[in-house]
């Protein structure tokens, strides 16, 4: 069964970092494309970064490119988000979801339970 | 970047009701379209994939058409799980998402 798992959520004041950490279980990590993906508070869905299987190929939302660093750790079968420079918009529940395969453009076919990032003095 | 737009933004329906929720795209995504299914409180779930395949698991109830930038998802009978909020996703370049259908109960 496949089971994604974010943590790392929390409060941070204006301008601070946060990692978030999403473990993958159920399937060969290596072998898949991922994705965060964040919605805010009664608002719709926004992709934020995706990864290759490899981890060579990186993907931003214009919105958070250069603040925000994805990575992955294959033999931990990890996903990561790195956060800095976070401001008020960038509350939201983060969710990590799996490619149906490694960039193959099929959809996200399982997704976290989410983990909230509340940016906040 | 590609804009998505769905409409309508929501909608009231009765149980046993066709459903009909469209999404255009600002330019040709070929049929690299995507919808998903999100319950409150839930993470969303895939209910179709390019544009027009069925996500294993979910009832043939779903079906999807489309091509180019017009596209449509259908729910043949409506039953009281999908009262649900629905999202368009392009994966033609990057990802982008639509804004949203919410399928309220009449």
């Known amino acids: 069964e496949v089971q994604l798992l974010e943590s790392g959520g929390g409060l941070v004041q204006p301008g601070g970092s946060l990692r978030l950490s999403c473990a993958a279980s159920g399937f060969t990590f290596s072998s898949y494309a991922m994705s965060w993906v964040r919605q805010a508070p009664g608002k719709g869905l926004e992709w934020v970064s995706a990864i290759s299987g490899s981890g060579g190929s990186t993907y931003y939302a214009d919105s958070v490119k250069g603040r925000f660093t994805i990575s992955r750790d294959n033999s931990k079968s990890t996903l990561y988000l790195q956060l800095n420079s976070l401001r008020a918009e960038d509350t939201a529940v983060y969710y990590c979801?799996?490619?149906?395969?490694?960039?193959?453009?099929?959809?996200?076919?399982?997704w976290g339970q989410g983990t909230l990032v509340t940016v906040s003095s | 970047d590609i804009q998505m737009t769905q409409s309508p933004s929501s909608l009231s329906a009765s149980v046993g009701d066709r459903v009909t929720i469209t999404c255009r795209a600002s330019?040709?995504?070929?049929?690299?379209l995507n919808w998903y299914q999100q319950r409150p409180g839930k993470a969303p779930k895939l209910l179709i994939y390019a544009a027009a395949s069925l996500q294993s698991g979910v009832p043939s109830s779903f079906s999807g058409s489309g091509s180019g930038t017009d596209f449509t998802l259908t729910i043949s009978s409506l039953q009281p799980e999908d009262f649900a909020t629905y999202y368009c996703?392009?994966?033609?370049?990057?990802?982008?998402f639509g804004q949203g259908t919410k399928v309220e109960i009449k």
């Open positions: 330019q040709s995504i070929s049929s690299y």
């Open positions: 996703q392009q994966s033609y370049s990057l990802w982008t």
């Open positions: 979801a799996k490619d149906g395969g490694d960039i193959v453009r099929d959809g996200f076919d399982y």
